[in-house]
């Protein structure tokens, strides 16, 4: 503390010395006029005697001494000044740390809040999902027997997707809502700010209507009613008592359905046998000591076990652990990301740690000077030391600045689909952390040229000026890193080409479909008078008649589940004419059922036969399309049309359905999964889509094809919808090159993020190059100049310069292209139809490299050829 | 750097005992920079002359090392003036001083005022 006080003291002390002196000065000048002399002679005589006021003031500072702060002080003071005199070298310094700086700062958010910080549960590490294949849901059957047989697991509790139209209320509003057993909150240790939990009693028919809603609800709907609980809410035209609030920022699932506003109980009992309709995504507690492996062992025992029982029920069922199952798919990308981010910022310490070292070695002369006045050896290595720790901290700062900055520009441009992009904000302690990077760099890179300078012989300095002959070592070094930067850059560049590529090849998906022009949304029934047997056959059809009669549509359609945006349903499906598969063996495609006209809205061609009509009803015979993939699977070199399948259940009679159509592929939910089995049926053909009160049957999703801005019509279509009735929620509503382009939102992001960071890449290493070749340039001047007097042409001197900058650019460009053939598996994961050593991208990323390197270098080429070799020669 | 020695016969002070004289000035009370200078020369019969340039530093370095204290006083004609004083640090320093300095007056009057024979064993 002393010091530190002493250093912030010196300043007063500073003055106190002066008014001392100066009451020094006065008293004696009062004195001598007191003795009779005259003011003017009383100044000077006192002047005289007191001696040079300045030298008296520096003997007396002398005797205060130095704090190691005060030095310290001193150094950064000399060590600003300098920088100040050379704002080229600080600005072009301070700027390169500052992106590698900044750009490691934004990248470590990201990844530490998605990829490290813990979920926001009791102890999450702990928590489980146990799912078909690692992500298909479970069959209540399935979920009950696990529970009961297994030991590894403290608690188990299951959830099942739910939609809650909220009816009471000015607005009819479907609410993304989800049904859990009352297990899953203690498991997570969540408790509701309001109101109570589920208990086991609520999971029985009867009990089961009461509702748990998010804090976001709360406010939105209830206008944060502190006596909310209790009362009651219509969703899906029955009555449901709220039983509590969950505290802001709760949610759950974390990976699937994670904008579930509303929670009810799950009663399983009327299913418990039921091992078909897998619905459940199951959640787990490890037991305290069992680890993940013991708990995996066991589930395989346990559904081998029942696989036995119930053949092709039990298969291939998972343990995955919570936070790997919300993050494992972004994080290939993240570590490529925070792979490129860590190569940036080691090129920007590898280009500083140059221009310090080259700067050490043009002020060899300054320093031996300074030793030969009795410097000593610790004071000038402290010195140089705190010079470079000065423009770290300066490159520090400003990175921390601008790491701030890119990480909101990040944010504003991720994908919404990245999970826990909410938690992502600046982390004070990567901040430090980040920070402390960008010090020991400056300390590691200004520590050797400080060694290196401060053994320099005074002789020998002064004699050959610091020029051509110095410190080859030093020369080597700076070459070495240069190429380092080189390799580096080529390496993110051929990433960031390999995305580029992948990029243009997602892009080039045809989604079956042309996407412009459409919107789609959905209207859900659910709880209103158009749920009652009977009423959806007219409503349906109802509707896309006053849309086909709004200004500006081109068609409309029907459909349960649009692709990519909704919801995807499998079904076990049989084939006219083949034996029959063995139970879980059926194959199984992707269930849609459209109204007439989807296919025609969609643009999705229908290769051979028709659409559906409306005439294909209840009592007319079931209709089906198929999709080319399946019709060429299923019926090689035949014609699928007529062909016969059958979509229920395997206990029950086949309800055969005739192919009257082929379909173009279309993409499902997956944007670049390659294509798999998809029927279409006729929706008013299917009772159980028009008059049960299950899930599936409780909405349907218009698409409507315009000229023009599809968002602009969604008014109308609203006010179309509750023309008819003014209970129907609506939701979804989506325009259809929205949802392609959040499709490939990730791709985007990831290619746009690799490629600004090879970019960044590419600069600092012209930067490096640039600042080498100058430095030499300025260096060998005289050489230069010699060389040109005796004759050499200005086109000899420019080969020798842009030959020396080439070398080290080809040496590292091939260090480079050898270190991304070997990390290419590294990319595999996050690239899409191209390989990770696609010999295009390479190439074109190396010539790429290299012309920047030779524009680099080019530069001080040109100005060693214009160099008048007179004043060369003469300057020194 | 005084061209011109102010007074009459100026002596030299001898490395080492102007902190002795400071402190001893102090003994008589707290005063200013000025006014031990001045007690000094009075004290010699202006044989003693302090150069600021030794003063100062003297002072500052006595206060570092805590023999003198030091406070801010306003003086009659309202100069800000810095008063030093003598610390119980700077008293033992004084006796420790002295007793130097008479040890080296006796070394050096026994060798000034010695008989031309050399000294015997029980002198």
């Not at chain 1, 059957?141 to 959830?159: E, I, Q, T, V």
């Not at chain 1, 049960?692 to 409507?704: D, E, L």
């Amino acid at each position: 503390m002393k010091p530190f006080l002493a250093f912030f003291g010196r300043r007063r002390r500073e003055r106190e010395l002066d008014d001392e002196i100066a009451a020094h000065l006065a008293m004696a000048i009062a004195d001598r006029v007191a003795r009779g002399e005259t003011e003017r002679d009383a100044q000077i005589a006192a002047r005289r005697e007191l001696g040079n006021e300045a030298l008296v003031k520096e003997t007396t500072r002398a005797q205060w001494g130095w704090g190691s702060l005060e030095r310290f002080g001193q150094d950064v003071r000399y060590g600003l000044r300098l920088l100040k005199r050379s704002p080229g070298f600080t600005a072009v310094a301070v700027l390169t740390l500052a992106l590698g700086v900044g750009a490691n700062t934004a990248i470590l958010s990201v990844v530490n809040a998605i990829l490290l910080r813990p979920l926001d549960y009791a102890s999450p590490d702990r928590l489980v999902v146990l799912l078909h294949r690692g992500r298909n849901p479970v069959a209540p059957g399935n979920y009950l027997d696990w529970k009961a047989r297994s030991r590894s697991f403290a608690s188990m509790g299951a959830a099942e997707n739910w939609s809650a139209n909220l009816t009471s209320g000015d607005v009819p509003e479907k609410l993304p809502a989800m049904r859990m057993t009352a297990d899953i909150l203690p498991m997570l240790g969540a408790r509701p700010r309001l109101g109570r939990a589920f208990l086991p009693a609520d999971d029985a028919a009867g009990r089961d209507h009461v509702i748990l809603i998010t804090d976001g609800l709360w406010k939105r709907r209830f206008a944060a009613d502190p006596d909310v609980v209790g009362k009651a809410v219509t969703l899906n035209g029955e009555s449901y008592a709220v039983l509590g609030v969950m505290p802001p920022g709760f949610q759950f699932a974390p990976f699937w359905h994670t904008d579930a506003e509303v929670w009810a109980p799950l009663d399983l009992r009327a299913r418990a046998s039921n091992r078909e309709g897998s619905s459940l995504r199951v959640f787990g507690r490890l037991k305290d000591g069992v680890s993940l492996e013991a708990a995996r062992q066991e589930i395989a025992a346990v559904t081998a076990a029942l696989e036995r029982e119930y053949p092709g029920t039990n298969r291939d069922v998972r343990v995955t652990g919570l936070q790997e199952m919300v993050v494992g798919d972004v994080r290939p990308a993240l570590l490529v990301l925070l792979g490129a981010v860590g190569l940036v910022l080691l090129i920007a310490c590898a280009n500083v740690a140059n221009m310090l070292l080259a700067r050490s070695s043009a002020r060899r002369r300054e320093i031996a000077l300074r030793a030969a006045i009795g410097a000593s050896r610790g004071r000038m290595v402290r010195q140089i030391l705190t010079e470079s720790l000065v423009l770290a901290a300066a490159g520090g700062a400003a990175g921390v600045a601008l790491g701030a900055w890119a990480l909101e520009l990040l944010l504003a441009f991720a994908p919404a689909s990245i999970p826990r992009l909410s938690d992502v904000r600046l982390d004070a302690r990567i901040l430090l952390a980040t920070f402390a990077v960008a010090l020991a760099t400056g300390v590691a890179f200004g520590l050797a040229p400080a060694l290196q300078a401060s053994s320099v012989g005074l002789h020998e300095a002064l004699k050959d000026g610091g020029s051509s002959g110095a410190s080859r070592e030093g020369g080597r070094l700076r070459r070495v890193f240069v190429a380092a930067e080189f390799a580096i850059a080529l390496v993110l560049l051929v990433g960031a080409g390999l995305m580029v590529r992948s990029f243009v090849a997602l892009r080039r998906i045809d989604p079956g479909f042309d996407p412009r022009g459409v919107v789609s949304m959905e209207v859900s029934v659910a709880g209103t008078r158009q749920a009652e047997p009977g009423r959806r056959k007219v409503l349906y059809p109802e509707i896309l008649e006053r849309f086909a009669a709004i200004p500006g549509v081109k068609a409309a359609g029907a459909i349960n589940h649009v692709p990519i945006a909704g919801d995807i349903w499998g079904f076990p499906y049989t084939v006219e004419g083949r034996p029959r598969p063995a139970p879980g063996q059926s194959p199984v495609a992707a269930y849609r059922a459209v109204l007439p006209g989807y296919f025609a809205t969609m643009r999705l061609p229908i290769l051979r036969g028709r659409d559906v009509a409306a005439t294909d009803t209840a009592g007319a015979p079931g209709v089906v399309l198929v999709n080319d993939f399946l019709a060429r699977r299923i019926w090689p070199g035949e014609d699928a049309l007529g062909k016969r399948i059958a979509v229920d259940g395997p206990d029950d009679a086949p309800v055969w359905l005739t192919v009257i159509g082929v379909v173009k592929n279309a993409v499902q939910n997956d944007w670049s999964a390659p294509p798999d089995d998809e029927i279409y049926l006729a929706l008013l053909q299917r009772e159980q889509l028009t008059d049960s009160s299950g899930p599936q049957a409780a909405y349907v999703t218009y698409v409507v094809r315009t000229d023009g801005d599809p968002a602009a019509l969604v008014p109308a279509l609203r006010a179309a919808v509750w023309r008819i009735d003014r209970t129907l929620p609506i939701s979804q509503v989506l325009t259809m090159p929205d949802v392609v382009a959040q499709a490939n939102a990730r791709a985007r992001f990831q290619t746009l993020l690799l490629a600004v960071f090879a970019g960044v890449a590419a600069l600092l290493a012209a930067v490096g190059i640039y600042g080498v070749m100058s430095y030499v340039v300025s260096r060998r001047a005289r050489e230069i100049g010699l060389r040109m007097a005796l004759g050499a042409h200005p086109r000899d001197v420019v080969r020798l310069v842009v030959g020396q900058g080439m070398a080290m650019a080809l040496a590292g460009a091939a260090a480079g292209l050898a270190a991304a053939f070997l990390a290419r598996r590294l990319m595999s994961g996050v690239l899409y139809g191209v390989g990770p050593s696609d010999p295009l991208t390479y190439g074109v990323v190396a010539a790429l490299l290299l012309a920047i390197g030779l524009a680099a270098s080019y530069l001080p080429a040109r100005r060693a050829a214009r160099l008048d070799p007179m004043a060369a020669l003469r300057a020194d | 750097m005084v061209d011109r020695t102010p007074y009459q016969n100026p002596i030299e002070l001898l490395q080492g005992t102007l902190d002795l004289l400071v402190l001893q000035t102090l003994t008589w009370g707290p005063r200013h920079g000025y006014g031990i200078a001045g007690a000094i020369r009075a004290g010699s019969n202006e044989a003693l002359q302090v150069d600021t340039g030794s003063l100062y530093p003297a002072l500052h370095r006595l206060e570092r090392e805590g023999a003198v204290g030091a406070e801010w006083k306003t003086s009659e004609n309202n100069q800000r003036v810095k008063i030093y004083r003598l610390t119980p640090q700077g008293r033992r320093k004084l006796t420790q001083e002295r007793t130097r300095w008479e040890r080296l007056m006796q070394a050096m009057s026994g060798v000034l005022d010695a008989p031309r024979a050399p000294v015997t064993d029980e002198a």
